[in-house]
């Protein structure tokens, strides 16, 4: 069946430093990849999405890369603060429909 | 505020013994969905709803039902609760296709 593998699954960091969390999708009608933050004792949260369209999108210090060919779709953190420090979650759209798989998580720590 | 309401947030319940866990939208979204999280599997879907009486299956659907008779409502129904149904749930809208979830509190339910 579908799926998504997600890297690292713990990152830790120095404050000021980019941090680096990759993944690999397995359907080929996927065109639509949102990555959730997750902080402890709460429910995900949206920070940045892609389409299929568009190889790059960037918000302040949060950037997301898709590569179609390869399927891989890759979220980057610079200047990494502590508040940073939680549980990231990618996903990808299956069959181009609502239906949705998430990777497993990577669980970030920035030290200050 | 816009958000996703769910209830309760912490559930614990004997096998067998039948439960809903409530789900209420107040921004207008089109589409509904349920998740269950557990360590190192990251989310799951269970169910999700495109409109008012349209649902369909997830990944783990088994064990559960869901309906949709309005819009802002979407509750999950555990007829026969199992030990193996012991997890976080959280319950998710976005106003379109492929659009971003944002996601309720979650309930965490645990089945003796």
């Known amino acids: 069946g579908e799926n998504v593998e997600q890297h690292p699954s713990t990152l830790s960091v120095q404050e000021g430093d980019s941090a680096v969390i990759k993944c690999t999708y397995s359907d080929s009608a996927s065109n639509y990849f949102p990555w959730y933050k997750q902080e402890l004792g709460k429910g995900p949260q949206l920070i940045i999405d892609i389409r299929s369209n568009v190889g790059e999108k960037k918000d302040q210090r949060i950037a997301v890369t898709l590569n179609k060919t390869a399927k891989h779709f890759s979220l980057h953190i610079t200047e990494t603060q502590p508040e940073d420090s939680a549980v990231y979650f990618c996903a990808a759209s299956i069959g181009g429909g609502f239906k949705t798989i998430f990777g497993a998580g990577t669980r970030l720590f920035v030290k200050a | 505020e816009a958000q996703v309401t769910q209830n309760p947030r912490y559930l614990i319940t004997v096998t067998g013994k039948k439960l809903t866990v409530t789900c209420s939208q107040n921004m207008n979204h089109e589409y509904m969905s349920w998740y269950r999280q557990d360590p190192g599997l990251g989310l799951r879907q269970i169910y999700y709803?495109?409109?008012?009486?349209?649902?369909d299956k997830g990944d783990v659907p088994e064990g559960y039902k869901v309906s949709r008779k309005e819009k802002r409502n979407f509750p999950l129904i555990l007829e026969s609760p199992s030990p193996n149904q012991t997890s976080l749930y959280f319950c998710?809208?976005?106003?379109?296709?492929?659009?971003?979830?944002?996601f309720g509190s979650g309930t965490r339910l645990t089945v003796v």
């Open positions: 709803s495109m409109n008012v009486e349209v649902t």
């Open positions: 998710a809208s976005s106003p379109r296709l492929q659009g971003g979830y944002t």
